[in-house]
Every structure is written in C-alpha cells, then in structure tokens.
C-alpha cells in the first residue's frame, strides 16, 4: 500500500490528498485518490489466481504532479480531449481556453482542470465504493459557468469500477468528463507494451483528424484501415500501421454503434498470456482509444520503467471538439438540467 507515500500538496482553500482503499465484493481492491479523483491502483486476479495491478501510476502525489501532461488515472473535464483554437462562441459571447496542446485547447485546462485539483471525499457508504466532489467557479480554466460535480467510484458485483459522473450548472456551459488509467492487463510489471493485448471496438465509423489530432467533421468508416477492430485483433501490427501519424498510433475517437445512451459494451481488452479481459461499458457516444505512443520512458510505481506503448487508455467521452460541430451529439448542459455519465472497466478470465 501506499498511503504512507502521499504528502500533502499546500494548496489554498483545498483539503490535502488522501488515499481510498475499496474492496468488491468479487475480490478486486481499488486505491484511488482525491488528488485528481484519480485511479491509483487495481488489483485483479488472472486466470490461476495471480494478482495483477492492471492500472499504471505513481506512489507520491509529487510523480503524478511531475507527470501531469500524461493525466494518469484521473477524471479529466471539464471538456474531454482537444478543442480546436483554445476557444468556442455560446450564445453570442466567446470563451478563450488554454492553449495547451500547441494552438488547441486539451482535457480541460492548465492550472485548474478537474485532473489538477484536489476533490473533496464524500461519506463511504460501504468499502466498496467512494464519491468525490469539486466545485468549479464561473469562469474556471475559461469556461462559463460555477459547475458542481461528483464522480463516485464502486466495485461491482459483476467484477466491475464503476465510474458515475454527474454534475450541475448555474448557466449553460460544456462538460464531456472521461477517465484517463492506462490500461496494461500484463500488470505493467517492466518493458512490457501493450502491442501483444487483443482488442475489440463496436464502432462502424470514426472521427478522422489533421496533423494536430483535430477532428474534420466526417464520420468515416473504419472499413479496409488499422483502425478496424470489430473482429478481436492483436494492437501491435494495428499501432505500428500507424505509428508514424500524429498520434504516434492509437490516438482516435471510435463512433460507437447503435449509441442510445444507455449502459452498453464499447471494447474489449484481453491479454492472451494471462487470460485477463476487461470490458469497457459506457453510456457515452464514442471512445478515445490511446495507445501510449507519445508517452515517454516514465519511471512509475516500485521504480518500474514504463515504456512508450506501456499501456492503452480506453476514455468514454463525447466526439473531440464538439463545440466546433453541431452536428456532434451535443455536449451542453443547461441550469434546469444534470449532467450525468456512467463508465464500467468490467473485468474477468478466459
């Protein structure tokens, strides 16, 4: 464990970072911490019964600091992924954002997104499962709109983290959040990438982007490209079609099929060397799938180097810049309404 390791970070009005501990009722521990409302470990068993943490990270809230370009573990909001020109129009006024991915605005911000700052914990109801709060003031990292928001996470029955957001605005205002753990199911025990991990995505299309991972507009289909994972496919030949791109790989929303809005599987992960599957079920349109490319030699829980392409991050969101395309399901959220999303990372053995 861990808790000893975290040190408090002086920030004003802030409470300092804990440390939670959750056990499911299917034996899986989670440790996640309020600094981010960030995921910090999760302890699965594989097929024989060996227990993998499957979620890459940290053991001082100094390294997740140090490291916070790469978002590791956290909630990001209040605009998930990139906004074209670090800024939008809503109802005759404009906003300007950080520009903080060269001229375009990403997950929310530089010095206030919800990745950055530390939430309050709310009352545990059970070991199973924890909330965390924040409130976000008008104007905050550019946006319109005090945001109050919750993100509780609990460990299911069905061997699941569960992730439900929600959150409240006193005017109209974006909010598309998402969870941002690199995933490696081999445990990220060292060299190890995740090119050998099998994965399925139930999506028909995609968004294509420029040379600044900027969407055109077009949902393209997926047909006859690297980026057709419908049937399970081994990562690694798909990364390295693409990896002289400018996501380095996988870095692409996935249009999901039959999207409704209820609670549906979106991906699958497995790893054939342990026989660990995760599955992603969310209620949002689209799936940011993340391959690692970019990612460099990071030094992370226990001294272990993770390499580029040491994990894979499967973030439940709305499209990329949808402020910029209102043909996009939409993303805004008014004052009569709460904003409401549900991520799983259900997990089991084949």
């Not at 990403?106 to 409130?135: N, P, Y």
């Not at 409240?168 to 990438?193: A, C, F, I, V």
């Not at 490209?225 to 081994?234: G, I, V």
Request: glycine letters at 10%.
């Amino acid at each position: 464990m861990v808790s000893d390791q975290i040190s408090p970070i002086p920030r004003p009005l802030e409470p300092a970072p804990q440390l939670i501990e959750l056990t499911g009722p299917t034996g899986i521990q989670a440790e996640l911490m309020n600094h981010g409302a960030r995921l910090v470990r999760l302890l699965v068993p594989d097929a024989r019964g060996r227990v993998h943490d499957v979620a890459l990270g940290f053991d001082t809230v100094a390294e997740y600091e140090a490291n916070n370009s790469l978002y590791f573990g956290a909630t990001v909001g209040r605009v998930a992924n990139r906004t074209a020109g670090a800024g939008f129009s809503l109802d005759g006024t404009s906003y300007q954002l950080a520009a903080n991915d060269g001229d375009n605005h990403l997950h929310g911000g530089s010095f206030r997104s919800f990745d950055k700052v530390v939430w309050e914990v709310g009352k545990a109801t059970d070991r199973s499962a924890i909330e965390f709060r924040h409130s976000s003031p008008h104007l905050e990292e550019g946006y319109p709109g005090t945001v109050n928001v919750s993100v509780t996470y609990s460990l299911t029955a069905e061997g699941g983290l569960r992730i439900d957001y929600a959150a409240t605005t006193d005017r109209r205002t974006p909010l598309s959040l998402t969870h941002h753990t690199y995933w490696n199911l081999g445990g990220g025990t060292g060299s190890e990438t995740i090119d050998d991990h099998v994965l399925t995505v139930f999506a028909d299309r995609y968004t294509p982007t420029d040379d600044e991972l900027i969407t055109l507009g077009p949902l393209d289909p997926v047909d006859d490209t690297p980026l057709d994972f419908r049937l399970p496919t081994a990562m690694g030949p798909r990364i390295q079609a693409i990896a002289d791109g400018p996501g380095s790989g996988l870095d692409h929303n996935f249009v999901l099929t039959g999207w409704d809005s209820t609670l549906r599987r979106a991906a699958r992960l497995q790893n054939p060397g342990n026989g660990l599957v995760l599955d992603l079920l969310t209620t949002e349109p689209g799936v940011q799938i993340y391959s690692g490319g970019k990612m460099p030699a990071t030094t992370g829980k226990g001294g272990v180097v993770y390499p580029a392409r040491g994990g894979v991050c499967l973030e439940a969101q709305h499209f990329p810049d949808s402020l910029h395309h209102p043909e996009y399901p939409s993303i805004l959220v008014d004052p009569d309404e709460t904003y409401r999303q549900t991520t799983e990372y259900r997990f089991s053995t084949v």
